[in-house]
T-cell receptor, first 113, second 114 residues
Framework: SQQGEEDPQALSIQEGENATMNCSYKTSINNLQWYRQNSGRGLVHLILIRSNEREKHSGRLRVTLDTSKKSSSLLITASRAADTASYFCATDRGTQGAQKLVFGQGTRLTINP | NAGVTQTPKFQVLKTGQSMTLQCAQDMNHNSMYWYRQDPGMGLRLIYYSASEGTTDKGEVPNGYNVSRLNKREFSLRLESAAPSQTSVYFC?????????????FGPGTRLTVL
């Protein structure tokens, strides 16, 4: 079963606008990660936020985490055509041993020039 | 560094045939993973290996076997392929020590079972 539910499933915006994607999950987590997948390619890690963190920034990316609501959001500012991709959240519930990520179904983002 | 490599890139099988998907990483990572991704879906964990010599089931292990040949290599075997195993398979690795590390993914193997 998928731990994460992502919203919206698809998002289409104009270049230069901001894009916001949301992720909800069901159980307590150790950390939450966001990945990007270009069409036909493997996933690329974007950012990791720990359960005791509320907000994190990396370049044009801003991630928030609300553990009380079991939700996270990914904001991409000043979008570019190259940001067109699918974005997945993934949760890690473990505290020891191998990291076992549970992925959401993803948001398909299209940036229109 | 090549990162995570997978072979083959594409494969077509008939129902009942067997095959092994190969994965290797050159980052000296402890943990390795196999996922499958069905159309329009996120990834689901099939098997993982926390270290050389150990393997454990993930969310969807039925119909698959794995071997952690050494620290670098982690293979996934389909003994008797079924159409329901048509998917894109991704291998990944991570350091895991400390725990808060990203996973690095290979480019994927697109498998079709007829």
């Amino acid at each position: 079963s998928q731990q994460g539910e992502e919203d919206p499933q698809a998002l289409s915006i104009q270049e230069g606008e901001n894009a916001t994607m949301n992720c909800s999950y069901k159980t307590s987590i150790n950390n939450l990660q966001w990945y990007r997948q270009n069409s036909g390619r493997g996933l690329v890690h974007l950012i990791l936020i720990r359960s005791n963190e509320r907000e994190k920034h990396s370049g044009r990316l801003r991630v928030t985490l609300d553990t009380s609501k079991k939700s996270s959001s990914l904001l991409i500012t000043a979008s570019r055509a190259a940001d067109t991709a699918s974005y997945f959240c993934a949760t890690d519930r473990g505290t020891q041993g191998a990291q076992k990520l549970v992925f959401g179904q993803g948001t398909r983002l299209t940036i229109n020039p | 560094n090549a990162g995570v490599t997978q072979t083959p890139k594409f494969q077509v099988l008939k129902t009942g045939q067997s095959m092994t998907l190969q994965c290797a990483q050159d980052m000296n990572h402890n943990s390795m993973y196999w996922y499958r991704q069905d159309p329009g879906m996120g990834l689901r964990l099939i098997y993982y290996s926390a270290s050389e010599g150990t393997t454990d089931k993930g969310e969807v292990p039925n119909g698959y076997n794995v071997s952690r040949l050494n620290k670098r290599e982690f293979s996934l075997r389909l003994e008797s392929a079924a159409p329901s195993q048509t998917s894109v398979y991704f291998c990944a690795s991570t350091r895991d020590s400390p725990r808060y590390n990203e996973q690095f993914f290979g480019p994927g193997t697109r498998l079709t079972v007829l």
